[in-house]
Structures are given as C-alpha cells and as structure tokens.
C-alpha cells in the first residue's frame, strides 16, 4: 500500500506486544530492564515510525500518539505504576487502527487508473492473458454502473487467478507448499492448489514477500466482503455493500496487481 501503513501496522504491533508483557507481569511498578524496552519503544514512534506516517497524516493527527508516547518516555525515568502503562497503551493501539483505518480510505480516494496492467509480465499464455483483461474490465463495469456486490466478486475472482498465476510462475514450489501459513489437512499435509482459498493464496503471497502486510491484511477484508454473495450471510449480517465500499476493494484489487507483476 505506501510506507505510511508499514509503518503505522508496525506501531500497532509493538504497542500490542509491549502491553501484552506488561499486563503478564506479577509486580505492581515497572522497574529496571522493563523500562528501557519500554522507552525504546516509545522511542521507535519518533525516530522511525513518525516520520513516514507524518507524509501522509497532519501534526495535529498525531498529536494523540506524540503526547502519549511523551508520557511513556517521562514515566519510564521512574519506577511507575504497571496498570498505567497498560492503559495507554492499549488507548495507543485505539487510536493507531483508527489512523490506519484512515490511511486505507486516503488511498482509495486517490484512484489510480482503469487501464488494464501488461499482464504477460506474469502469464505467458495469450488466451489466459485475454481472459484475465476482460475479467478487468468487468471489473470496471461493475463498479460505475452501480453493481458493487458483483464487482466485489469479480476483483475476488481476479486476484484468485493472478495469484494463482505467480504460484505457477516459480520453478521451485517447495517454499509454497512448505509455508507455514499454507492451508493443511487434518495430517498436516499441505492441500492441493484447486482446495486452496483467496485468503490462502493472500496469505502465503505475503510471507514470500510477493506482497506487502498492509496488501495482505485488506485482502482478507475483500475476502469477508466477497462471501456476501450468499444472501442468507448479508442478511444475518445486516451488510449492504455500496459502491463507494467497491471503489475501496477495486484500489485494494489494483494495488495487489501492480505487486504481483513486479
């Protein structure tokens, strides 16, 4: 997605973790060695994080976080209470999903174009390359002529075969069906590909490095969207989806592609 998420994904996660460890330990103060991870950590937002964050987001959005992780910094001269550190932390973790909730809308407010990729970068077959540009442009048809549950299905679809496509593209499989993220049976032998869902496919993509967390992360959100293709689970969910929401998961769509043929 951009460096901003990376970022603000990696924020979110060490904020998780330290206030995991904090909330496990038996003593009431934080003392010694625990505090100065927890400084480095508060650290990390302003040397490392911050600064791509703040190319996307204003001061004044991150205030909140500055002024938090400030407090995390002057408490960890000191022996402070544990359950502190908890709860700001864990208002920390709020306030970062919110910003990275935002950073996906900024994104796909920034449209990019219609204009289907080269896909011969990735298939060498012609009539598989015809298919996947009409795929596309369905796509596209979709989504501006008020059809988004359909064009939801469809960018699903699309993905499923490019990713399908970059798993043929590799000569040596093994590190596919070795990962450990790819799907098992009940003997812990990896499935065969045509058992394989879009969230595996997503899955395995990322810890190959093929493409990005933030990429993974709202690919399975398009995966949850897609199955409201069953009416009975739109329904029991109360989920309408509009097109605004398929503009969101077509970027989404985009985006993985563009990482895909790299």
Not at 7 to 33: C, D, F, N, W
Not at 91 to 117: E, Y
Not at 120 to 140: P, T, Y
Not at 169 to 195: H, M, Q, Y
Request: charged share 25%; aromatic share 6%; with cysteine.
């Amino acid at each position: 997605m951009n460096d901003a998420d990376e970022a603000i994904y990696q924020a979110i996660r060490e904020a998780e973790r330290i206030r995991t460890v904090t909330r496990k330990r038996a003593l009431p103060q934080v003392r010694g060695s625990e505090r100065d991870i927890i400084r480095a950590t508060a650290l990390t937002w302003f040397q490392s994080h911050r600064p791509k964050i703040a190319a996307v987001f204003s001061g004044a959005a991150l205030r909140p976080v500055d002024e938090l992780y400030q407090k995390i910094v002057e408490a960890s001269h000191k022996n402070a209470v544990r359950s502190g550190y908890v709860e700001t932390f864990k208002t920390l973790c709020d306030i970062l999903v919110h910003l990275r909730s935002g950073n996906v809308v900024k994104l796909a407010a920034a449209t990019t174009t219609d204009a289907p990729p080269d896909f011969s970068k990735l298939i060498s077959d012609g009539a598989m390359q015809s298919i996947l540009q009409r795929r596309w442009a369905e796509c596209v048809t979709c989504i501006s002529h008020g059809a988004p549950l359909s064009a939801t299905v469809m960018i699903g679809g699309l993905l499923e075969g490019l990713l399908l496509a970059r798993v043929n593209r590799e000569n040596n499989k093994a590190p596919i069906f070795t990962s450990a993220v790819a799907p098992k049976d009940r003997n812990g032998k990896t499935l065969p590909l045509k058992e394989w869902t879009l969230q595996d496919y997503i899955a395995v993509a990322h810890e190959l490095k093929w493409i990005t967390v933030a990429a993974r992360d709202v690919g399975v959100v398009l995966r949850d969207y897609r199955n409201y293709i069953h009416p009975q689970k739109e329904l029991s969910h109360g989920i309408l989806l509009t097109t605004p929401d398929a503009v969101i998961f077509w970027e989404i769509g985009k985006s993985i592609t563009r990482q895909l043929l790299r």
